[in-house]
């Protein structure tokens, strides 16, 4: 019997384990699905010695949904065009990651700090995340 787990609409992205768990497979199946059946998969650690992965989650719970988008209606869905800034607490939760890799994140980015909250243009965002794409091809 399937399981049902509610999840935050606030989540964009999961990790190796959310879709190792949705999808009942080791690791080393998800790093294959990479390869072959996921598309909308991206590396936030490119370049880096280990892989630091994160997974689109509307593409892990329904992919026929999301298996014909482009890279551009993908970064509208999740990066509105009308959103001219993301500010750090969202970078957070929607990447499952934490502030210092927040941090590391902005100053890549060129990130503003307003407030005490770290701001990163959308534009440099979807840029960022084009160059850390490495799923299958649509």
Same mark, same amino acid.
């Given at each position: 019997?399937?399981?049902?787990?509610?999840?935050?609409?606030?989540? =964009?992205? =999961?990790?190796?384990?959310?879709?190792?768990?949705?999808?009942?497979?080791? *690791?080393?199946?998800?790093?294959?699905?990479? #390869?072959?059946?996921?598309?909308? =998969?991206? #590396?936030?650690?490119?370049?880096?010695?280990?892989? @630091?992965? %994160? @997974?689109?989650?509307?593409?892990?719970? #329904?992919?026929?949904?999301?298996? %014909?988008? *482009?890279?551009?209606? =993908?970064?509208?869905?999740?990066?509105?065009?009308?959103?001219?800034?993301?500010?750090?607490?969202?970078?957070?939760?929607? @990447?499952?990651?934490?502030?210092?890799?927040?941090?590391?994140?902005?100053?890549?980015?060129?990130?503003?700090?307003?407030?005490?909250?770290?701001?990163?243009? %959308? #534009?440099?965002?979807?840029?960022?995340?084009?160059?850390?794409?490495?799923?299958?091809?649509?």
């Amino acid at each position: 019997m399937p399981k049902q787990i509610a999840i935050s609409d606030r989540t =964009v992205f =999961v990790d190796v384990n959310a879709v190792r768990a949705a999808r009942g497979c080791s *690791t080393d199946k998800v790093n294959e699905l990479v #390869d072959s059946e996921l598309i909308w =998969v991206f #590396d936030l650690a490119q370049g880096k010695r280990e892989k @630091f992965l %994160r @997974f689109w989650l509307a593409e892990i719970l #329904d992919p026929h949904a999301t298996a %014909r988008l *482009t890279f551009d209606e =993908v970064m509208t869905k999740i990066l509105p065009a009308s959103r001219k800034t993301v500010n750090g607490s969202e970078i957070a939760q929607w @990447f499952l990651v934490t502030r210092t890799t927040v941090q590391k994140i902005g100053r890549e980015l060129g990130g503003v700090v307003k407030k005490g909250l770290l701001h990163v243009e %959308r #534009d440099r965002l979807a840029t960022w995340l084009r160059r850390r794409w490495i799923g299958s091809s649509p």
